[in-house]
């Protein structure tokens, strides 16, 4: 169950991506994500960095063969920032 959420939300945020034709950065400041939905998507995450500029950078590791990598959120003030894959 959790990959086939996984897979509708990577699926759903590079449709929305591409139909906008925003990057991640410019469509989380038009919809204001809050950190909790990242949570609520992917769970707790592998491991959280804290960047020079006050963000924290939240990854989650996916060991799946079709999504297989890092999968990170940029973290703002409890709102997700931009997101992306390693």
Known sequence: MRKLIIIIFCFSLAFAAACS???PKA???SHPTPADYAN???GEPTRIELLENGTMKWIYFVDDPELYG???FIIRD???EDS???
Request: charged fraction near 5%; aromatic fraction near 34%; hydrophobic fraction near 40%.
């Open 21 to 23: 034709g925003m990057n």
């Open 27 to 29: 469509y989380y400041a």
């Open 84 to 86: 992306g894959v390693n």
């Open 70 to 72: 890092e999968y990170y």
């Open 40 to 42: 609520f998507q992917w």
């Open 78 to 80: 409890g709102m997700v």
